[in-house]
């Protein structure tokens, strides 16, 4: 070994140089790091047994992901393009106990899925706030990437109603954005506040950036939950029309005093399709579905997913120089599960 080299390493038993003294951390970055730890310690101890490992198919087309139980009777949360396809999915809890499970139902629009695993009581983890998310808070994902069951790690919100879209082309507002460590396999499982309440499912990674992760925040879910226990999908109202964003001009945004920059320009109608027996025609620009502004074919899908299916609503376009308002009754999307 070199003489150089000899004054930076030492055997295990030697005293360092008497020029090298030793870094004595600043008793608040230490007591602030033991704070930090003790947080994550704590709620990985209290989620890690509500997480489980799901596998989905066989073989080549086997699949991996995890999920989160929300209830005693075996009711968990997951991706939908975890099941996707699938009826019957193993269950590995974190004892290594394996249970079958059954797909109760899925949504792709928002790419959750809600399966039942099959057994007595099972630990559950409790649903929180997603709507009191700030950033910089800290935050802890917990899940089986890669196949390494129950894995932790910890970071902070990086930012929060992101736009996200689905696997099914519909785009999910609100996402949290994270950099808590998140890789294949960590689809599903729950990201966690410092108290240990879930405030998303883990959906998805941005390669090859590094800490760009997002979660579905479990509002969504709660909304959706109901819907998914009873009917196994989600209801969705729709329109029956193919369209594109196009600028109001100026004035007829003075003219109808609009506050509106951009509406929906109807390029094609469905045969007796709702939108089409509301009287609208190609070419109209729709204005507004409801009280609320439509700006862009992601806006419509936002709010048929709020107006109940099967009951009248206005719809506002601009036809030419005159503004119209029709009544459309949207019925149910036509979507496979």
Not at 21 to 48: C, F, G, H, M
Not at 58 to 76: E, H, K
Not at 90 to 103: A, H, K, N
Not at 153 to 169: E, M, Q, Y
Request: charged letters at 20%.
């Amino acid at each position: 070994m070199s003489r150089f080299w000899r004054h930076f390493i030492t055997n295990g038993g030697e005293e360092p140089p008497p020029s090298v003294q030793p870094l004595r951390p600043d008793p608040e970055e230490q007591e602030a790091l033991d704070a930090y730890s003790s947080v994550v310690v704590r709620v990985a101890e209290q989620l890690r047994p509500a997480v489980v490992n799901l596998r989905a198919g066989r073989g080549r087309t086997q699949g991996n992901g995890s999920g989160v139980l929300f209830s005693p009777d075996g009711f968990l949360l997951t991706n939908h393009h975890v099941v996707q396809g699938q009826d019957r999915i193993r269950v590995r809890l974190i004892s290594g106990e394996e249970l079958s499970g059954r797909v109760v139902g899925n949504d792709p629009p928002t790419d959750l899925a809600v399966v039942q695993a099959e057994g007595d009581t099972f630990p559950q983890a409790e649903l929180g706030d997603s709507s009191q998310l700030r950033v910089g808070q800290l935050v802890v994902a917990i899940g089986s990437p890669l196949g390494f069951e129950s894995t932790v790690t910890a970071g902070v919100i990086s930012a929060v109603g992101r736009t996200l879209r689905s696997i099914s082309g519909h785009l999910v507002d609100q996402v949290i954005q994270t950099d808590a460590a998140l890789n294949p396999g960590n689809s599903g499982g729950p990201l966690v506040d410092s108290k240990g309440r879930v405030i998303g499912i883990n959906t998805a990674v941005i390669q090859p950036a590094q800490g760009i992760c997002f979660a579905i925040p479990v509002n969504i879910a709660r909304q959706i939950l109901p819907q998914l226990l009873q009917h196994g999908r989600v209801f969705r109202g729709y329109l029956g029309l193919q369209g594109r964003v196009v600028p109001l001009p100026r004035p007829l945004q003075r003219q109808f005093d609009l506050t509106q920059q951009t509406g929906v320009e109807v390029l094609q109608l469905e045969e007796d399709g709702p939108a089409s027996q509301a009287g609208l025609r190609e070419e109209d620009v729709i204005l507004a579905l409801g009280d609320t502004p439509a700006t862009s074919i992601d806006d419509l899908h936002r709010l048929l997913l709020r107006l109940p299916v099967g009951v009248p609503t206005t719809i506002t376009v601009l036809r030419g120089q005159r503004r119209l308002v029709r009544m459309v009754i949207p019925t149910d999307y036509p979507i496979a599960n």
